[in-house]
């Protein structure tokens, strides 16, 4: 094991031997046996582990009444309920407006899906070209020569 | 009730399971925000902030995906450090140093020795860049594994570790400079 090794785990792990990875920790013991900046590097690393252990927080007093207390909107409704929502009409004059215009836009573009769908299908261009396939072949069985002017 | 039933409860606007939450997870989102902002305003801010997203976004939260603790203090951790890129690090610096620390002995006129190094660890702590703080903050402070404090953070648990070591080093550096 080199310094860099044992300054690694002692980075990760703490000052406390019991904290360090199994597979390591008789190594490390050895190691830090035989090594005078380990030992150095320990030392520094406990006092700072004690230290970060006595630091304090704040109480917050009253924060959580005023957690606890703030105006909560209605929770989210998923996407269909947020362009329901939207739809609907609004608290602004804008959206009064505009949101009962666009929900009568929804069975005009209804209808024209619909229409679209029924009235002009793909089957009537098919009849049309079978039918103009059938007039050229009797086109061009017409004897023209037959054909008196 | 298990954190996924109060989230369900509230998903359907219960506010006494809402209740129950901010009670529950209220003190950890706290000192994590506190130990990234550094004063008591902000803190307190940020934390409401937190607790409105777990009322209006509480359907994104997926239980199968993570912890409900490691989901807000995800939270905290983008509102935090949305702030800090809005507000800069010197005010965290001065707050740190000024307005919460003031029960703390000052350096030089402490009662003990004790006070003196407390106040130069904190100091040490409030220097360090946002993503060493906030990796030794959840895995010391808060208790997380490094798979879930590299999670909150958005980092890989690689990433991490080497912020965990790089922030042990400098507070011992600092330290020992001091001593």
Known sequence: ?149 | MTDEELMQAVCMGDKEAYQILVKQHLKSISHYAYRLLGNQKDTEDITQEVFLRLWTNAKKWKSDKSKLTTWLHRIAHNLCIDYLRKHGRVQTQKSFDEEDFGSLPKTGEANDNGGDKLRLLQEAISTLPENQRSALTLCHYQGFSNKEAAAIMNISVKALESAIARAKRSLREQLAANQ
């Open chain 1, 1 to 149: 094991m080199t310094l860099e090794e044992f300054t690694r785990i002692v980075d990760l792990y703490g000052a406390e031997s019991a904290r360090w990875p199994k597979a390591l920790r008789a190594e490390c013991e050895t190691f830090l046996a035989n090594n005078a900046p380990a030992r150095m590097l320990l030392d520094q690393e406990r006092v700072v582990d004690d230290l970060m252990g006595q630091l304090e927080f704040p109480g917050f007093p009253g924060l959580e009444s005023r957690v606890l207390n703030q105006p909560l909107p209605e929770p989210k409704d998923g996407i269909f309920g947020e362009l329901a929502n939207w739809l609907l009409p609004g608290e602004s004059f804008g959206k009064q407006i505009w949101r009962p215009a666009l929900v009568a836009c929804i069975p005009l573009a209804f209808g024209i899906v619909v229409a679209n769908y029924f009235s002009f299908g793909v089957g009537i261009e098919n009849d049309g070209f079978q039918y103009w396939g059938d007039e050229l072949a009797m086109l061009s069985l017409t004897d023209y020569t037959e054909i008196r002017f």
